[in-house]
């Protein structure tokens, strides 16, 4: 699933490319066309907006909202170059300028009236963005504490009305940067440690968005011992819905 770091470097790529310019809008795919996305075609891009795992094109009065869930993504091409996926199954294409951004797939691609993206549920109900310029780890933390204190620390970190943007990969590797088990409940997590596993989530989806994308982790599908004590690292559906976990029983207490 794409995290909050992939949809921050798709909105950088998209508005370099795109915001400021009239763009020509096609839904080759007709869940495209369900959507209403070649409403937008003609209008100008005036911004994007990344919120957590989803992202947000200001059209004026309409809005393109995108979550790209487990298959998704935002692509972007010279006109004409060959494309990953066929043209075909594209959901939409916005084109200006000899660049085409082209998003495949995902459970949701929608146009909204500008009007109602501060009421809409599924937005409204999104927590703080873990990559936000003026995130307040406090007013996190004061949310987590507000939770069920038996819940499992790991699937609460999914949970994007906690916090919005942390999915599967840096779930695993936050707890593992700061040396704490997953699998505790959040109860007996103190505030230190949430601090800890929060502040070592952020910072490494902004390194992975400063280098372009994630290269090597220290857990997460790691085979073998642990790479920092030689413990045995085990991983297993965690939550309700049966996210994966990585962790060390040993050097995670």
Known sequence: MAEGDTILRAKRRLAGALVGRPVAVSAPDPRGRAAGVERLDGRTLEGIDAHGKHLLLDFGDLVLHSHLGMSGGWHLYETGSRQRRPRSSAWAILAADGTEA?????????????????VDPQLTRLGPDILAEDLDLDTVIAG?????PSRALGDALLDQRLVAGIGNIFKSEACFAAAVDPWRALGEVSDEELNAVLGAAREQMLAAVAAG??????????RG?????????????????????WWCERCQV
């Open 213 to 222: 994308g994630r290269k090597a982790f220290a857990v997460y599908k790691h």
């Open 102 to 118: 082209v998003q495949f797939g995902g459970p949701t691609l929608r146009v909204l009236p500008a009007g109602r993206v501060a």
């Open 225 to 245: 011992p642990c790479v920092r004590c030689r413990g045995a690292v085990h991983h297993r559906g965690q939550g309700d819905g049966n996210r994966t976990t």
């Open 144 to 148: 987590f504490r507000a939770a069920d």
